[in-house]
């Protein structure tokens, strides 16, 4: 039996998802993207979803969806409807350890795989298909999360991330050229762990006046950052903060307090009162506080506009329409989860015209990245997207009100939860304090109506 070592944690809560895998061996195969037809640039369109880029990636004919995380090192599947659709080469089963006292998981690697992403081809991709069912992004998503990947796409590449448009320009790296840019700061890239993981120095505003720290830059994180107790370097925990379950880690439940920092600066771009979340000392022992302060995830890096280059080791940041909207907690107390689709009639299916498109095809399929909210079916039936509360912050608005976790929501402020995508109903419980909140659920098959004021946690 072979069992490599995993340093792997993965945090799992609301709209906060953190993903930061690397495998610390050396990879068979180069897992080298090439732009197809000799061309020097190609465009894809991605999804923002709870502050991450979700990409289709098409693997071995099959496609999927996949977030481009540059947290990670390795290409990572772990979570496929029917895997028996999806072939993979030359596999073998491995066991990968975690951190902690676990067990090791089971998992394939698989070499020689044909991977696509636009017009970028990998003809020679190792990838590794992990069977713990907790690792599932798609119910807090509210729609099909496949897998990640990272460095193996980024080191080949200057990619340029439009979040405003939701749209990343593939770029070769002899012919990229930058256009001068005074509103940007551009700043290297270091790289660490084998030289896959991406580090960036910003300045973090303590008692000790503006100090320097090295974050990971971390796209696979929902959160806006994590940083590392250090009294040292004058990194502590605001007065003002309060305990919080943070995520589900690789081997337990991951603890900390969540505050607000004065001031993140990065480069000449300062930003003001962001969330931060500082996990328990234990959940960090293996990693060099000396060296590594935190991470800076999805919620700060959607406020600018990137030029990520691995190959030439540097990152342009240019402020967004996003750099101004202010950081929130969810202020309702509310996690929210798709859990499946009623089946409803199609009222318009008989005389009327067919709600039914190609993106309901999709949707169906489960294999591409989805905006519809309802799904067609051709005898006349729709596919109603279903979502349950499964968690709730103890004396939160919601909690106060009476809600419960496994409470199936119906109706939000007179519009059925099935006309939402679930990002629009976690973006509504982020919105503006005072906001009244009017929702409708069903308890044991029992309705139920509840009503409650958002309010600011800090």
Known sequence: M????????????STTLVLALFINFTLVGQNNFKLSNGANTDKIKFELANNLIVIPVVLNGVELSF?????????????VDNRSSLELKNASKIYLRGLGDGEPVE???????EVKIGNAVSSNHTVYLVFDESINFSPRMGFPIHGIIGYDFFKNFVLDINYTKGVIKINKP???????????????IAFRDQNKRPYVTAKYKSLKGLIDINLLLDSGSGSSLWLFENAEK??????????????KGFNGDIYGQRTKIEELHVGDFVLRDVTTSFPDSVYIRGIPIHKRQGSLGGNVLKRFNLIVDYPNRKISFKK???????FHYNMSGITVQHTGFDIAVDTTAFGGSKRYNEKSRQ???????????????????????????????PDSPADISGLRPGDVIIEVNGKKAYNYKLSELNDLFYSEEGKKIRIKVNRLGVEIKYEFY?????
Do not use: M, W
Not at 320 to 326: A, I, R
């Open 454 to 458: 958002l309010k600011k946690v800090i």
């Open 107 to 113: 998992a394939i690697k698989s070499l020689s795989n």
């Open 363 to 393: 949707y169906l399929g489960l294999n591409k990245i989805v905006n519809e909210k309802t799904v067609t079916l051709s005898n006349g039936f729709i596919l109603r997207p279903k979502y349950e509360i499964s968690d709730i912050r």
């Open 67 to 79: 977030i481009l995380d540059t947290g990670v090192g390795s290409t990572i599947i772990f979570s």
């Open 2 to 13: 072979k069992v490599l070592l995993l340093d792997f944690y993965h945090f799992l809560k």
């Open 174 to 188: 002899r012919s990229y050229v930058y256009k001068k840019c005074k509103k940007c700061y551009q700043t290297e």
């Open 234 to 247: 004058g990194i502590n925990i605001p007065k003002n903060s309060f305990r919080d379950f943070l995520g």
């Open 320 to 326: 967004n329409s996003f750099f101004s909207k202010p």
